[in-house]
């Protein structure tokens, strides 16, 4: 059964500052793997989607890359501001399945 | 375009009472998911449509949850003898087709409180 996980389960930091966010999986047989941001109350915005063929996408101060061998992805926010105060989720999408399995995600809050 | 709408925002309910969530995906959007949040964790998939057929129903927890997509559009999710346990956000997502170099578009959600 795949399980993903993401660390820190809650990051503060001060704006201005890059930061990476971590997510890990289990099983390595993916289609892709999605990030997508959750703000409070809301549902979720796609961020970056990054096919198992894919090493990295990028959009604009964003960027994940996966690492499908050993079961991992990061996002990279590059300055980041009090606007992208949200929670981040991480999904994989199985092989062989049509559904997304989700971390717990990251709560990040960028401080002014 | 308009994304992906669900109904009622909120719905506040009693143990044992039925509900019924509707979800309007995208138009045009051939497949149709349904997932739920509960506090503190990620979504868990319930359920997958594409057209007006459950292609993957194995994430629905027991036989009082079923989901209805009749002219494969609208899709309702219905709960019958509602549970304390079933408190969620009940979120439903869309995408053009069952590929799977497709991004799900997700809607804002129901917030289900059973009490």
């Known amino acids: 059964k795949q399980e993903v996980t993401q660390i820190p389960a809650a990051l503060s930091v001060p704006e201005g500052e890059n930061l990476v966010l971590n997510c890990s999986f289990t099983d390595s047989a993916i289609y892709n793997l999605q990030w997508f941001r959750q703000d409070p109350g809301k549902g979720l915005t796609s961020l970056l989607l990054?096919?198992?063929?894919?090493r990295e996408q990028t959009s604009g101060r964003l960027n994940a890359s996966l690492d499908k061998s050993s079961g991992r992805s990061t996002l990279y926010i590059a300055a980041s501001q009090p606007g992208d105060s949200a929670t981040y989720l991480c999904a994989v999408r199985q092989g062989g399945s049509e559904k997304l399995v989700f971390g717990k995600g990251t709560k990040l809050t960028v401080n002014p | 375009g308009a994304g992906v709408s669900q109904t009622p925002s909120n719905k506040v309910t009693e143990k044992g009472k039925y509900v019924e969530l509707r979800c309007d995906p995208i138009s045009g959007h051939t497949a149709l998911y349904w997932y739920r949040q509960s506090l503190g964790q990620g979504p868990e998939f319930l359920i997958y449509?594409?057209?007006?057929?459950?292609?993957?129903d194995s994430g629905l927890p027991n036989d009082r949850f079923f989901a209805v997509r009749p002219e494969g559009s609208v899709s309702t999710l219905k709960i019958q003898r509602t549970e304390r346990g079933d408190s969620a956000v009940y979120l439903c997502?869309?995408?053009?087709?069952?590929?799977?170099?497709?991004?799900?578009?997700f809607g804002p959600g129901t917030r289900l409180l059973v009490l």
């Open positions: 449509f594409q057209g007006t057929g459950a292609a993957d």
């Open positions: 990054i096919q198992s063929s894919q």
């Open positions: 997502a869309s995408s053009l087709r069952p590929a799977v170099q497709e991004t799900q578009y």
